[in-house]
């Protein structure tokens, strides 16, 4: 019986450390093996981030697996992939869906599944919209991601996502190629209240 009650605790332990570290997560549920800038944007746990990084530097997949973990370890919340176009927001939903049926642990987790939605049996969910005001409008989410932000209309994450975001205290994360300074994501960029990578 001892020994039974160790074996508990030290699961408890495991699954507190995988819940609480999305870089350990990332490796150890999702086979992902991240680099050291990897592991800071994983690890920080800001309201507000902003990634501008150029093409081909691995941003899609950390801002995918930092989506999964938060999905997964924060049940009964709504996680939104936005960007300009429904094809661009496509492509970092299909990285996260890459992530969630790559491995054998959160297949059998998933609940429904449609061609821009993956909900969990603990309520959570991820969903990929384009960035039109109608379509965002009535939603709450508790994370919401922005590809492609220098492409996305200011007045979109202003008076759309910033009040959705207000009602659970969640977080936004913007991430672009660069692409000129009159954008709500230069402003971001150069704002000293977001956590920035480049």
Same mark, same amino acid.
């Given at each position: ?6 074996? *508990? +605790?030290?699961? *408890? *332990? ?11 997560? &990332? +490796? ?10 990897? +592991? ?9 981030? @902003? ?12 801002? #995918?697996?930092?989506?999964?973990? /938060?999905? #997964? ?6 996680? !939104?992939?936005? #960007? ?14 890459? /992530?969630?049926?790559?491995?054998? /642990?959160?297949?059998?987790? @998933? @609940? ?6 993956? +909900? ?8 990929? !919209? ?5 379509? !965002?409008?009535?939603?709450? &989410?508790?994370? @919401? ?6 492409? =996305?209309? *200011? ?32 402003? &971001? ?6 956590? =920035?990578?480049?």
């Amino acid at each position: 019986m001892g020994r039974g009650l160790e074996l *508990e +605790e030290g699961l *408890e *332990e495991k699954l507190r450390r995988l819940r609480d570290d999305p870089v350990l997560f &990332a +490796e150890a549920v999702l086979g992902f093996k991240s680099f050291p800038y990897q +592991e800071r944007l994983l690890r920080d746990p800001s309201k507000r981030i @902003v990634s501008c990084m150029g093409r081909q530097t691995g941003k899609t997949s950390t801002i #995918a697996v930092k989506a999964v973990h /938060f999905a #997964a370890t924060h049940p009964g919340t709504t996680t !939104l992939i936005v #960007a300009p176009s429904r094809r661009q927001s496509m492509i970092m939903f299909d990285r996260i869906l890459s /992530f969630i049926y790559g491995n054998e /642990f959160l297949p059998p987790c @998933v @609940v429904r599944r449609t061609r821009t939605l993956v +909900e969990f049996d603990q309520g959570s969910r991820i969903i990929a !919209l384009p960035c039109s005001r109608n379509l !965002l409008r009535g939603f709450t &989410a508790s994370l @919401v991601i922005v590809d492609e932000a220098a492409f =996305v209309p *200011e007045d979109v994450i202003t008076q759309v996502i910033f009040p959705m975001l207000a009602t659970t205290g969640g977080a936004m994360i913007m991430l672009s190629t660069p692409w000129g300074r009159d954008n709500v994501f230069y402003r &971001a960029f150069v704002n000293p209240d977001y956590s =920035v990578y480049n």
